[in-house]
């Protein structure tokens, strides 16, 4: 895949890497082929495709599953690749959303909200989450769905009531 991806062959290396996905799915370099794969997702503007891949990453390195029972004995790798899920979920959910505010465009601001609840769902407790879950609300009431944002701007001022960045005086 990489060979396709230093051409500019995008979709051919996607291919390859879901290839190489399917024939050992159960690799130490399978954290970073997916890291490859929405590298090219988000190049090729498919952000629908960087969503479902990042629910495959959350299936995978965040939940018992065959990948973590494979490499469960290299607790460092198991610690890297819910990492790379947590930190490929906040950049393209920010990314998305920067993207869909400047343009207007509602499918990426979809897609952050749907990165940003699969974010927060894996990991509640991060610091990033306040920010993520205010993103999140910002984005429910661009869309005018006021319950969803309400329930999400109420728990963002439960998580720093003492002085959030969100909160006003």
Same mark, same amino acid.
């Given at each position: ?50 969503? /479902? ?5 959350? $299936? *995978? +390195? ?5 990948? &973590?029972?494979?490499? @469960?004995?290299? %607790? ?10 947590? /930190? ?5 959910? $920010? *990314? +998305? ?5 400047? &343009?207007?465009?509602? @499918?990426?601001? %979809? ?10 769902? /894996? ?33 963002? /001022? ?12």
């Amino acid at each position: 895949g990489g060979i396709y991806a230093e051409q500019g062959r995008r979709e051919e290396a996607i291919k390859s890497y879901e290839r190489l996905l399917r024939e050992a799915p159960q690799r130490p370099s399978t954290p970073t082929v997916y890291s490859q794969i929405l590298v090219l997702r988000e190049k090729t503007n498919q952000p629908n495709e960087v969503v /479902s891949t990042l629910s495959d990453m959350n $299936a *995978l +390195f965040m939940q018992d599953s065959v990948w &973590t029972k494979a490499n @469960a004995a290299d %607790k460092s790798l198991l610690t890297e690749a819910q990492e790379k899920t947590e /930190s490929n979920m906040h950049r393209y959910g $920010a *990314l +998305f959303h920067n993207r869909g505010q400047k &343009t207007s465009n509602d @499918a990426l601001l %979809k897609a952050a909200a749907k990165i940003y609840a699969m974010y927060l769902a /894996s990991f509640p407790d991060k610091e990033a989450s306040y920010e993520v879950r205010y993103y999140l609300a910002e984005i429910f009431f661009q869309f005018q769905q006021w319950e969803p944002a309400a329930d999400e701007y109420l728990k963002v /001022s439960r998580q720093k009531p003492d002085g959030g960045k969100f909160l006003k005086d």
